[in-house]
């Protein structure tokens, strides 16, 4: 048989070692173990004594071959030594393989290790198969090194298993592996694949500090006890779906430099993400998260999506993400969501109890008290947060904190009337400058707006610059269906003693109906009029703007139709009688006379004026006017103080706490 050549030590092993071939380039010579009676491990034994040691091997027999470089056939050899025909699988006793080498490929399909096992140190050059074995008492596999496929699916460990800084250099495979007790994967490395499809961890695994370098797949595993992956590093991301963790989880400091996968994930006890960091997407997709008090802080460089996912108790999520998705899901208690680059999109949410949606103005803590870090992030000019759609969702327990809603979809938003808006949440703004449309100048009183009159305005056939048209899939509301969102807004600002802001709502819901199509037509030439004059009772300068040129209007009519040529002067007459006695008079005023001559002196301009600024409270001047002028006092009397009224209206909504 062709021995092969161990690689040089530099210390020799603990253990009575073979030494063969030790020499001045190598002081150790072969590590192998020292075959009980014999000077030579195993594989320099001759070749009667190795037969003679196999043939007194039986099923369940100890064995400890440390150190030992094994060949395809020397293995065989050694599990046929120990095969139970009973049975029909090799089967050991206790089994000791540190530091051996397994020159090519090495199975131990369907073994039984029936004692302690060690395979600490171990180098399997070829593939390597453990599929279906059972290991009833410890096992370590600490340090090994596995140079090919490693197979270890079905394989049952009922005691603890360490594979700590073990170096698995191609694919592995743990497929419906069972692990009864402990777990630790400590420091290991997973250059290729790493399959632990429908794994299950009976009491904790241990992965932390572990580093894949692909993306290993955990779908469909069961963790029953302790789950701790803290400072793992994902480097093409993983896959957790239908994952069930039934202890306490920690992904602690962990990096996914990929997409990772927890969709369907069940949570049943705490989970840790503090301080974690994903390069890719994160989806928690109709995950369950029962008793989860917090998640988070972590940050997210993509995607964050919590889409039909379930919280079972109080939680306070903690992202820095550029995207968080959370259509249908459901809060079952309080929640406090705090974000910082964020743009949420919260649909279809179901929340029974108050949940508060806020902006993090400083950057989140780690455990230690430190910062997070958010190079991620570098390129953003700031941590805003975007509220991108509400809709359907029970705004009654809704608060909103410091959060943008200019781009926020609002229509089909229940008890809108009663979300809480606090801090500066910010709304869109109509286009500014001046604008030309038709030939005649347009411009926009500044106020805030809904993104969905945005996509409304942007839509129509003469509509100005700087309405922004609607992103795909959001759906086209019209002034029908607007009109109660800016009502229901407006008494959100108006419940939160916010006036102002609530003007804003206010004008929006007049101009939604303004343009309505299910408002008569009458009543909507009124509002045209009430928007002309004074822009719905909030525009004082439009208001004061029309009672100057109505009383410009008036002075210039007075004076031109309205005061007399003269103001008649009354005339006393009467006849005496001839013999005395009483004397009886007749007072008359001639009828005031239309003007003619030039009719515009200062002296006229001045009794118009008076006979105006009267008109404009409600009062007569006591000027003689002619026919005329008496109709037109009687006019400016209805109109000015109208106005004056309007403009006083507008001035109070405005600064109304």
Not at 260 to 289: K, L, M, P, Q
Not at 465 to 485: F, I, K, M, Y
């Amino acid at each position: 048989m062709t021995q092969p050549t161990p690689a040089p030590l530099s210390t020799p092993p603990l253990w009575s070692h073979c030494a063969q071939g030790a020499g001045p380039q190598d002081l150790v010579g072969c590590p192998g173990i020292r075959v009980p009676g014999h000077t030579a491990c195993l594989t320099h034994l001759v070749d009667t004594d190795r037969n003679a040691y196999l043939t007194g091997l039986a099923p369940g027999s100890n064995i400890n071959h440390s150190g030992t470089t094994f060949t395809p056939v020397l293995l065989s050899d050694l599990l046929n030594a120990v095969h139970d025909p009973v049975i029909g699988r090799p089967r050991f006793g206790s089994a000791g393989f540190s530091a051996a080498t397994f020159e090519g490929d090495a199975s131990f399909r369907a073994a039984t290790f029936e004692g302690d096992t060690d395979f600490r140190v171990a180098t399997f050059k070829g593939d390597t198969d453990f599929t279906a074995a059972t290991f009833e008492r410890p096992a370590e596999f600490g340090s090994a090194t596995f140079e090919g496929d490693a197979e270890f699916g079905s394989v049952t460990f009922k005691d603890a298993v360490g594979f700590h800084t073990a170096i698995f250099e191609s694919d592995v495979t743990f497929l419906s592996a069972t692990f009864e007790r402990a777990a630790s994967l400590l420091w290991a490395t997973f250059m290729g694949d790493a399959v632990f499809l429908a794994a299950t961890f009976a009491r904790g695994a241990a992965f932390t500090s572990a580093t894949f370098k692909s993306s290993p797949v955990f779908a469909s595993a069961t963790f029953k006890g302790p789950a701790r992956f803290g400072s793992a590093a994902f480097e093409r991301g993983a896959a957790f779906r239908a994952a069930t963790f039934e202890g306490p989880t920690s992904f602690s400091a962990t990096i996914f430099k990929g997409d990772t996968d927890f969709v369907a994930v069940a949570f049943e006890r705490g989970v840790n993400f503090e301080s974690a960091a994903f390069e890719g997407d994160i989806d928690f997709g109709s995950a369950t998260f029962e008793r989860a008090a917090s998640l988070g802080p972590l940050v997210c460089a993509g995607r964050v999506v919590l889409s039909g996912a379930v919280f079972g108790r109080p939680v306070t999520l903690s992202f820095a993400a550029r995207q968080l998705e959370c259509r249908r899901t459901r809060w079952s208690s309080t929640a406090e969501i705090r974000l910082r680059y964020t743009r949420v999109d919260f649909a279809q949410a179901v929340f029974e109890y108050p949940l508060t949606i806020a902006a993090e103005v400083d950057p989140f803590l780690n455990p230690g008290g430190q910062q997070m870090a958010e190079t991620l992030f570098a390129t953003e000019p700031d941590a805003t947060v975007r509220v991108a759609s509400l809709r359907g969702v029970d705004a009654a327990h809704l608060v909103l904190s410091d959060v943008d809603l200019s781009e926020c979809l609002f229509t089909g938003t229940v008890h809108l009337d009663q979300v809480r808006l606090e801090g500066a949440c910010a709304f869109a703004a109509v286009p500014p400058g001046r604008h030309w449309r038709g030939g005649l100048p347009v411009r926009f009183t500044q106020r805030r707006t809904l993104a969905e009159e945005h996509h409304w305005r942007a839509g129509q056939p003469a509509a100005v610059p700087g309405w922004n048209a609607s992103a795909s899939g959001a759906g086209r509301a019209g002034p029908v269906q607007l009109a109660p969102v800016y009502r229901a807004l407006r008494k959100a600002f108006e419940d939160g003693k916010h006036e102002p802001g609530a003007a804003d709502f206010y004008y929006g819901e007049m101009e939604m109906r303004r343009h309505a199509d299910d408002i008569p037509r009458g009543e909507r030439s009124l509002l045209t009029a009430y928007w002309a004059m004074s822009g719905y009772g909030l525009r004082a300068s439009r208001a004061l703007g029309w009672l100057v040129a109505c009383m410009l209007a008036t002075v210039v009519l007075m004076m031109g139709f309205g005061l007399p040529q003269d103001d008649p002067k009354q005339r006393a007459t009467g006849t005496v009688p001839a013999g005395g006695g009483k004397v009886s008079f007749e007072i008359d005023k001639p009828d005031p006379q239309n003007p003619i001559g030039n009719r515009f002196t200062g002296k006229r301009f001045e009794k118009a004026l008076r006979v105006t600024l009267n008109s404009v409270v409600f009062r007569s001047s006591g000027q003689d006017l002619t026919t005329a002028g008496t109709y037109i006092e009687m006019t400016s009397r209805l109109t000015e103080p109208v106005l004056l009224g309007l403009a006083i209206l507008a001035v109070r909504n405005r600064v109304k706490r």
